[in-house]
């Protein structure tokens, strides 16, 4: 049996899985790692911003590549994964500082499907949270 063929892997086996790919998401994400992006997004992903804006792949790589944020700090809280057999989504909020001060959080939902005998992102929504009142 080849790769491409093979069952998703169990429930435990699937989080374990996801929470590393969405560790190494936000890292590629601080870095402006589209590159990872290419690797891991199935090629008809969508991603939906907080504006409502939705993207394509290739709209979403491009952004990546065009407008890099540089971040001072970006980490994760509230991660929470939920495994539906072949597909998993995961979500967080992703709290950030870039280098010029401005702070932000962001909350995401990834959902990530198993294609090919490996998880694939196949949807992300990615919303600004409102600025909290000091």
Same mark, same amino acid.
């Given at each position: 049996?080849?790769?491409? *063929? @093979?069952?998703?892997?169990?429930?435990? *086996?699937?989080?374990?899985?996801?929470?590393?790919?969405?560790? *190494?998401?936000?890292?590629?994400?601080?870095?402006?790692?589209?590159?990872?992006?290419?690797?891991?997004?199935?090629?008809?992903?969508?991603?939906?911003?907080?504006?409502?804006?939705?993207?394509?792949?290739?709209?979403?790589?491009?952004?990546?590549?065009?407008?890099?944020?540089?971040?001072?700090?970006?980490?994760?809280?509230?991660? @929470?994964?939920?495994?539906?057999?072949?597909?998993?989504?995961?979500?967080?909020?992703?709290?950030?500082?870039?280098?010029?001060?401005?702070?932000?959080?962001?909350?995401?939902?990834?959902?990530?499907?198993?294609?090919?005998?490996?998880? *694939?992102?196949?949807?992300?929504?990615?919303?600004?949270?409102?600025?909290?009142?000091?």
């Amino acid at each position: 049996m080849t790769t491409a *063929q @093979t069952a998703a892997p169990a429930a435990e *086996q699937a989080r374990r899985d996801i929470l590393a790919l969405n560790e *190494q998401y936000i890292a590629a994400a601080r870095t402006g790692d589209a590159a990872w992006f290419r690797e891991h997004m199935a090629e008809d992903v969508v991603v939906v911003l907080g504006g409502g804006s939705r993207l394509t792949k290739p709209d979403f790589l491009a952004m990546v590549e065009e407008e890099p944020h540089a971040f001072r700090s970006l980490t994760l809280e509230n991660v @929470t994964v939920r495994v539906f057999g072949a597909t998993v989504q995961v979500d967080a909020d992703a709290p950030w500082e870039l280098e010029d001060g401005k702070r932000g959080v962001s909350r995401y939902l990834d959902t990530y499907a198993w294609i090919n005998g490996r998880w *694939q992102v196949v949807s992300a929504q990615i919303t600004l949270l409102p600025a909290e009142e000091p």
